[in-house]
């Protein structure tokens, strides 16, 4: 359904050019689960930047669903470390307003959302703003966003890198289960390994910039997963060491 | 440019308060009274110094200017001229603040545009607007119209400079989380970029009060046959410093209530500052 081909991106700056990606081929399923892993910086984020249109590669070409990206890719749902909801808006109005710019009426649009929000778990605070939420708060109504506004395509930037690790294990959970129901294609990048195997069907690990796919591991793990027990199984230990394997030596370098 | 937490309007007062503990109920009533007898104080100097010290012809006294405003109270002539200077400030603060919002919202959204046109707007805004006001009697005449021309070209580049920053300080993340949300151009100016640049905006306007009424008047001491302006340049021309110390009286007492004014529609707009932030 995502389909790179030999995409590329270097930004200019100061009259030196930097290349963030080099030479992508990937292809991603629908419904697919995939995890880009790689050092910080590396350029995994300028990926999803391209397959949201934000950026235009340098060269290559990004298609989804077989019609080349020009512009905002408006079939996916981004979701980044910072929150991007807007702070005057109440949590009910932030979940409802791709509903609002899509010229539902305020009575429906009301009623989807506190349908969606009360099922992330945030029945009671449908009146709160946002700076009146933790931080876990504020991803689960990112999530019921996206979930409310229908996205194919979940791009998600390491969502949830500033969570504790109890909280990031509630929020796996609770993202497998939406994108189960919701039927959605999920592009992961993140700089957890854990994260990246618990939660995807297929794994690529990034070099350091600028991004090339080193490796590329599925993870077969059996469906639904258990996101707290799973970690503990000797499938897991076995593909977390095949990627720490290749993944360590992007981290060595980055020593020398 | 003012950053919307900067806080003008704090003045001696909120000094004088600070650092003192408890006794600041007892403070304020003895403040008040010293204060009250400062003002009688100098009034009396003023009395006692006009014709003995220095010639009352410069300085008249209290007595004369006191009997000058109620002879325009009793009269009526004085609330003609009131409502000509506050109907100019007015109408010049809404036309200059709706322009400046305009201005600054176009331009903050469109970079190549305010990238063409800044050493143009660098250079309006260098000039002193008052040196337009001639330029205003010629095309406005010498009625209203040029005295509204020059309050509102003062409170536009405020407001302008305020929105231009506001817009600027937009997150783009925000912005870029809407596209991917299919809002159209016009909806992210409506929905994200008015929002976010609101205090700004507010800001701006709030700062902006003052120099509608100091480009009414200017404007009316240029040209004008009635208005607050045009009374002291006429009680001036008479040798009638009496008079023009009652005129300053009055515009004094005109721009404190304006500011007040303002103070009050900004306590009510701090609830949505506090939600804002």
Known sequence: MIDLRRVSKSFRKDDETVDAVRDINLTI?????????GPSGCGKSTLLNMIAGLYVPTSGQVFYKGARISDV??????????DNLLPWRTVCDNVAFPLELSGVARGERVERALGVINHVGLKGFEHRYPHELSGGMRKRVCLARMLLYGAETALLDEPFAALDAQL??????LLLRLANEAGQTVVLVTHDLMEAITLADRVLVCTRRPAKLALEQRIDLPRPRDVLNVRFTKEFKDLYDVLWERLRLEYQEDRL | MTAPEADTSAGLDAQAGAG???????????????????????LALWQLASGRLVDSFFISNPVDVAQRLIGWIADGSIFLHIWATVYATLCGFVIGAAGGVILGIWLGVS????????PYLNALNALPKVALAPLFVLWFGLGIQSKVALAAVLVLFLVFLNTFAGVREVDQDLVDSARLMRASRFQVIAKV??????SWVFAGLKISVPYALIGAVLGEMIAANRGLGYLVQYSGSQFDTAGVFAVLIVIALLAMGLNAFVDLIQNRMQRWRMTGR
């Open chain 2, 111 to 118: 970079p190549f545009t305010s990238r063409l046109l800044s």
């Open chain 2, 193 to 198: 970029i008015m929002p976010s640049a609101l």
């Open chain 1, 168 to 173: 990031k294990l509630v929020m796996h959970d």
């Open chain 1, 29 to 37: 399923a629908q419904r697919e689960i995939v995890a880009v892993i």
């Open chain 1, 73 to 82: 890719n408006a079939n996916v749902g981004y979701m980044t470390q910072k």
């Open chain 2, 20 to 42: 003192e503990g408890a006794p600041v109920a007892a403070g304020r009533g003895f403040l008040l009274l010293c204060q009250t007898i400062l003002g009688i104080g100098l």
